[in-house]
Every structure is written in C-alpha cells, then in structure tokens.
C-alpha cells in the first residue's frame, strides 16, 4: 500500500509521485520536530556520557543540514518502498514496515553524524571524519541494526497503522479532523513505546564511540524509557503531519 487516502484500495502511485509526495512532507517535519530530536538525544545520551541541555534554538537546530538532507529522501524512499512493498506483502502494515527498515541505509549514517555534531559541534564533514577514523568506513553505520529495528516501527506507524485508524474511525462516525489527529496519536504512541529501548540503546551507541557491544548496564543506567516523552511527541507529530500533506498532495495528482 502506497501512501493514500483509501487504504484499502490496492492501487499504487507512480514511484515519481510517491518519491516527490514523500520529500515534501519530509522537509515539512523534520522542520517541525528537529528541534525536540535534540532534547530527545540529550536525555537518552546521559547513560552513555556527561550531556548538558542547552537552551538556544541554534544549538538545537546543530546538525540540521544533515539530518535534513537525510530525513527528505529517506521518507522519500519510505513511501516509494512501502508502494512496492505493498504488492509483495499480504498487509499494510507489514509492507510500511519493511519499508522502514530498508530505509535504514540513509537513516544510520545521517543521525549517527548528526548526534556527534549536537555532541561536539563540529561540522558535517568533520563529525563523518571522526567518527571514519575510529571506526573506519563502517563506522557510519554504527547501530545500522537497531535503526533498521526502529525505522521498521515509525514506518509501520505513519504509513501502515494511522491511515488504517484513521478509515476505521471516519467509519464509526468521526469527522475527517478528528480521526485524523486520533489516528496519528494512537499509532505514534503505539510505536514509540513498543521501540523505544531500542532507540535508546541506538543513540548511545551513536553518540559514545567507545561503545563496542550491546552494554545493559549502559542501557538501563540511562534508563531503556529515557527520553519517550520526546520521541513520543517526534512520532505523533509525524504521524500526523506526514499523512495529512501526503494525502493532500496526493489528491491534487487525481
């Protein structure tokens, strides 16, 4: 199931449509949410090391250009993926989420160099450098699989469960507003909660290079639920605004 308004239909968009759709509602909440992806990292990182919140909005935006510049093609690849995914697999919800977890390719590298601009401050390329030194090319895939683990539930949430939620409460009687901003809720969190220890341990390992192996003690120092409130608030926001500018877009093309 590509990203729609019916989703019970069993028709795809062309990849160009899912692929343009996609980057603009990428763009659009990344710029909305940037901002609480830093106090999210921050409470999930001090397991790992000695973080200090910060309040200015430049500090929080630190890293913006990358994790932009991954977030737009990566919902881009989500929505184009879960199109074809959709005629692979036997329910939406399956196919979103393995849409999700193939995007993992972008999303691994650019928040791992994101997290260590918001650490340290350095730029983009100097950031990558470091953490290449380290741990050599692979090293921007540090935590590739906990990422592909999380990507494969924020997928199965925004572009599987909320459009799902949304038809069965417009069915019970709902108006469009209403069923909309329940469903985005209800589905982000759901996966925030069911995933989030997963983050968790990805940000760590992401933000302190040192880091080798999966570390409980590091994980539950920090606390496996450090920093839900966040990432709760990052997915039903969204959840949210992803679908309602998908859909909106998408009508336009009929």
């Not at 209403?178 to 209800?186: E, F, I, P, S």
Request: net charge positive.
């Amino acid at each position: 199931m590509s990203t729609r308004i019916e989703p019970s239909e069993k028709r795809q968009h062309p990849f160009w449509q899912d692929v343009f759709v996609g980057g603009v509602s990428g763009i659009t909440a990344i710029s909305i949410i940037q901002w609480m992806l830093y106090f999210k990292v921050l409470q999930q990182a001090k397991g790992a090391t000695e973080s200090k919140f910060v309040w200015n909005p430049r500090v929080w935006y630190r890293g913006f250009g990358s994790i932009a510049g991954s977030f737009v093609p990566t919902v881009a690849v989500q929505t184009a993926a879960n199109g074809i995914f959709a005629s692979l697999l036997p329910h939406p919800i399956l196919s979103a989420g393995a849409a999700g977890m193939v995007s993992a390719i972008i999303v691994c590298p650019a928040e791992g160099i994101m997290i260590q601009q918001q650490k340290t401050g350095k730029n983009f390329w100097t950031a990558a450098l470091s953490i290449q030194k380290q741990h050599g090319f692979l090293g921007i895939f540090r935590a590739f699989i906990p990422t592909a683990m999380r990507e494969g539930s924020f997928t199965a949430s925004y572009l599987g469960l909320a459009p799902l939620l949304k038809e069965k409460f417009k069915k019970e009687g709902m108006n469009e507003g209403l069923a909309h901003m329940l469903a985005g809720t209800v589905s982000g969190i759901f996966s925030a909660a069911i995933s989030h220890p997963i983050d968790v341990y990805k940000t760590q390992k992401q933000w302190d290079l040192a880091i080798k192996n999966f570390q409980l003690k590091a994980l539950l120092q920090a606390g496996p639920f450090a920093g839900l409130g966040w990432r709760t608030g990052i997915i039903v926001t969204a959840s949210t605004v992803i679908p309602f500018i998908q859909e909106n877009l998408n009508a336009k093309f009929k």
